[in-house]
């Protein structure tokens, strides 16, 4: 963790905010607040995970001869799951 005073931070904001590291920020030599960054998701896990879910939803179609809005209905917290068996 990288400690920064608050003038630093202020002149420098644009760098570290945008960076990976986290920062101990600090005002007359005491820290007054922490700063982590958020994980931003490598372009290829994202596309990768979009592939393996779309596979997944082809596959189900197929197996259940259902269509893309029958299965969405599924997850529709609104409405009433169909297969509920305490109707």
Same mark, same amino acid.
């Given at each position: 963790m990288k400690q920064v005073g608050v003038e630093e931070l202020k002149e420098r904001s644009l760098d570290y905010l945008t960076g990976n590291e986290a920062l101990a920020i600090e005002h007359n030599g005491?820290?007054?607040?922490?700063?982590?960054?958020?994980?931003r998701p490598n372009q290829e896990e994202v596309e990768c995970a979009v592939k393996q879910l779309s596979e997944t939803v082809q596959r189900v $179609? &197929?197996?259940?001869?259902m269509t893309e809005d029958e $299965? &969405?209905?599924?997850f529709d917290t609104s409405k009433p799951f169909p297969y509920d068996t305490n109707s």
């Open positions: 005491e820290v007054v607040g922490f700063y982590y960054p958020k994980k $179609l &197929a197996e259940t001869g $299965l &969405a209905d599924l």
